[in-house]
């Protein structure tokens, strides 16, 4: 299966899960989760949310950020990968002057 986030709609999120901020995202959904191409524009965060399904895997493209998850605090750039296991606790904060762009896979289990 071949997935061209290039031709998909992208959708503006203000605030997003209680969050700062302003996010634009593509994404696919699946049966088994979803692939997400995000972009956490400066300032913005990902309020804090609980996975009760799901892994959440976030792959930072570009930019600096910042994860907490269930209150331990992981600092993001370019190459590093954040997961959020089921059950935990998780935001993510832009805390650079420029996009925080991530891949972001939501595995259901």
Do not use: W
Not at 20 to 43: D, N
Not at 66 to 76: S, Y
Not at 95 to 103: C, N, P, Q, R
């Amino acid at each position: 299966m071949l997935l061209d986030f290039n031709g998909m709609k992208e959708v503006t999120i203000p605030g997003m899960n209680h969050g700062t901020g302003m996010m634009t995202a593509k994404m696919y959904v699946g049966e088994q989760g979803k692939i997400i191409s995000s972009i956490i524009h400066p300032g913005g965060s990902i309020g804090p949310h609980q996975h009760e399904t799901s892994d959440d895997i976030n792959y930072v493209l570009s930019g600096n950020g910042k994860a907490i998850c269930d209150g331990k605090e992981e600092f993001l750039k370019r190459g590093t990968c954040h997961i959020c296991k089921k059950g935990s606790e998780h935001s993510i904060i832009n805390t650079g002057d420029e996009d925080l762009v991530l891949i972001t896979v939501v595995v259901e289990r």
